[in-house]
T-cell receptor, first 112, second 114 residues
């Protein structure tokens, strides 16, 4: 069984479009995250959600908005996509503080 | 600013040899450190973690060493296998993991030569 899953795995879209990436975890974890990995493989935290409350937002443009319908899901919605948004986006979850994070397989977003 | 970084972008070792991947961090408040392995096309996979009240922790074929004096972290992989080829990241969370995001280093590409 997949612990952290993301859909879609690949997403190709044009500039200016709005798109969403879905994430689900079946681990019963309290906290979920979104990370962005650039072409140089640098991973950077974007958001974290704990019990449906946003904890951090690391200088991410407000075109990006996380949405959590319940504790097992944290979706990422992106408005007005830009070329620079092209990257691999990873969802992750953890049981709470002082525990490792489990990552999903990633979504490769390409904006043309 | 505070950062976590790796010394070498690429490390090539012979199959069966031991490998050491190094990481330096600058945030003295860091108290939780993790090593992740990322294979091509996959998400980061947890390898081992260590807290600041420890200086060594061992897993299966892996050992993490923490030197808080010089803010240095290392990952030792014993008897490397072809499946160990991947990019390895160190990460830290000064708040102790969980609620806040991890700060990742830039990654080291480990190549296992047959």
């Amino acid at each position: 069984d997949t612990a952290v899953s993301q859909t879609p795995k690949y997403l190709v879209t044009q500039m200016g479009n709005d798109k969403s990436i879905k994430c689900e975890q079946n681990l019963g974890h309290d906290t979920m995250y979104w990370y962005k990995q650039d072409s140089k493989k640098f991973l950077k935290i974007m958001f974290s959600y704990n019990n449906k409350e946003l904890i951090i937002n690391e200088t991410v443009p407000n075109r990006f908005s996380p949405k959590s319908p319940d504790k097992a899901h944290l979706n990422l919605h992106i408005n007005s996509l830009e070329l620079g948004d092209s990257a691999v986006y990873f969802c992750a979850s953890s049981p709470g503080t002082d525990y490792e994070q489990y990552f999903g397989p990633g979504t490769r977003l390409t904006v043309t | 600013g505070e950062s976590v970084g790796l010394h070498l972008p690429t490390l090539s070792v012979q199959e069966g040899d031991n490998s050491i991947i190094n990481c330096a961090y600058s945030n003295s408040a860091s108290d939780y450190f993790i090593w992740y392995k990322q294979e091509s096309g996959k998400g980061p996979q947890f390898i081992i973690d260590i807290r600041s009240n420890m200086d060594k922790r061992q897993g299966q074929r892996v050992t993490v060493l923490l030197n808080k004096t010089v803010k240095h972290l290392s990952l030792q992989i014993a008897a490397t296998q072809p499946g160990d080829s991947a990019v390895y990241f160190c990460a830290e969370n000064s708040s102790g993991g969980g609620a806040d995001g991890l700060t990742f280093g830039k990654g080291t590409h480990l190549i296992i030569q047959p």
